[in-house]
């Protein structure tokens, strides 16, 4: 799933400057219920009940901020076998750096290391906690969300006795879905 693109003030605007981090420290993003509203939307699901994330910020230098967080949230899902809606907790740790927008490399060339912390472009003098709060959601989402215990009912097997004890063509569940269109 590919989340589009943020609003221009983001879902979920929670800008810091520089300055305030001079000495680094703790911060908490809390979403407002309508908040929570626009971030389902652009995550493309069918709610988000709660969101907050705990970032500690560390000032590393030539504008460089590291970043370790803990995020929180509670959302409704579509289950993909059975399509009914449930609700999911979810609660993921991650780190990150809040990098100046013209000092991230663009060469293609460069080896990228799984392990090593995403970095976040941010421009100017400061960078939106918000906003990473949202894309570490985004990342923390189940593309293929289930519920507990859903299973796909067994399939037919070709040359089975239905019902009336006839053996069921090989093509019958094709035709029974084309039916349901």
């Known amino acids: 799933m590919t989340a589009p693109p943020p609003s221009p003030a983001g879902e979920l605007h929670r800008p810091v400057t520089l300055a305030q981090l001079a000495a680094g420290g703790e911060r908490e993003v809390v979403a407002t219920p309508a908040e929570c509203a626009a971030i389902a939307q652009r995550l493309q699901i069918p709610a988000v009940a709660a969101l907050s994330c705990r970032f500690r910020l560390v000032p590393a230098g030539d504008g460089v ?17 059975t399509l009914e809606l449930f609700e999911a907790e979810l609660v993921e740790a991650f780190r990150l750096r809040f990098v100046p927008a013209d000092a991230m490399e663009e060469d293609e060339d460069i080896m990228l290391d799984p392990d090593a912390d995403d970095e976040v472009p941010y421009h100017g003098r400061q960078i939106d906690l918000g906003e990473a709060a949202v894309e570490q959601l985004a990342l923390a989402l189940d593309p293929y969300p289930r519920m507990q215990d859903a299973a796909l009912p067994a399939p037919a097997q070709p040359g089975a006795a239905t019902d009336d004890g006839a053996a069921e063509s090989p093509f019958a569940a094709l035709a029974r879905r084309a039916r349901k269109g």
């Open 65 to 81: 901020v590291a970043a370790e967080g803990r995020l929180a949230a509670r959302v409704t899902r579509e289950c993909v076998v």
